[in-house]
């Protein structure tokens, strides 16, 4: 089975640009989810989704972060305008619906982008 | 605000030898994960502990919770080389059903020397 796919896997770019990141969950997961690694920060929750709905987007570190889910199959994380301190790698989650407790949440490989 | 520890948060040890990793949160959560990181690499689920007492063994590697002491423990058997990598607890942030978003801790990172 395909897992969590996350396009691109590197992502450059010069500061002030427009980036964004795509996530495409396992089939018949109904919860998405999207991190941020950083050496400085660990491992933090940006924002998730449950049945394309976003529950919880207090991590979203400013207006510059925006997420949605326009259907079941596709997510995508954009910053407009990029800046340095963004660069990380951006992790995907998605999950079986709650009732399912004994599931954890499945990762994607994760896009590194690095802002110039 | 949640909050979770792990500690150590490095550890470097001998193959053969039994070490313990420990995760401390600081509120109610009815469910704590552990994950493993290979550098450069994604997250991969190793356990998901829903109560009081559980106990979950893989290989080498067991874990356990005490809800009451909000206390998670990864221990290690006889480590062999192939176990290094970085170990992160996280936890669900509200308690309840439905998906939430995890808490990870820092992670510990673990080198197993021969």
């Known amino acids: 089975d395909a897992g969590v796919i996350q396009s691109p896997r590197h992502e450059v770019t010069e500061m002030g640009q427009e980036v964004t990141l795509r996530c495409k969950p396992i089939?018949?997961?109904?919860?998405l989810f999207w991190y941020r690694q950083t050496m400085m920060r660990g491992l933090e929750l940006l924002i998730y989704?449950?049945?394309?709905?976003?529950?919880?987007d207090s991590g979203m570190p400013e207006d510059r972060f925006s997420a949605k889910m326009p259907n079941a199959s596709f997510s995508t994380l954009k910053i407009q305008p990029s800046e340095p301190r963004d660069s990380a790698v951006y992790f995907c989650?998605?999950?079986?619906?709650?009732?399912?407790?004994?599931?954890?949440?499945?990762f994607g490989d994760g896009t590194r982008l690095s802002i110039l | 605000e949640l909050k979770v520890e792990q500690n150590p948060l490095f550890l470097s040890m001998q193959e053969g030898k039994n070490y313990t990793i420990y995760c401390n949160y600081s509120?109610?959560?009815?469910?704590l994960y552990w994950y493993r990181q290979d550098p450069g690499k994604s997250l991969e689920s190793l356990f998901v502990?829903?109560?009081?007492?559980a106990v979950k063994q893989e290989g080498r590697l067991m874990a356990s919770l005490d809800t009451k002491a909000r206390l998670s423990t990864l221990h290690i058997t006889a480590a062999v080389h192939d176990l290094s990598a970085t170990y992160f607890c996280?936890?669900?942030?509200?308690?309840?059903?439905?998906?939430?978003?995890?808490?990870f801790g820092k992670g510990t990172h673990l080198i197993i020397q021969p």
């Open positions: 502990l829903l109560s009081n007492g």
């Open positions: 089939s018949g997961h109904n919860s």
């Open positions: 989650a998605s999950s079986l619906p709650g009732g399912f407790s004994n599931q954890p949440q499945h």
């Open positions: 989704f449950n049945n394309n709905v976003p529950i919880d």
């Open positions: 509120t109610t959560s009815d469910r």
């Open positions: 996280a936890v669900k942030m509200y308690s309840g059903g439905g998906a939430d978003g995890l808490t």
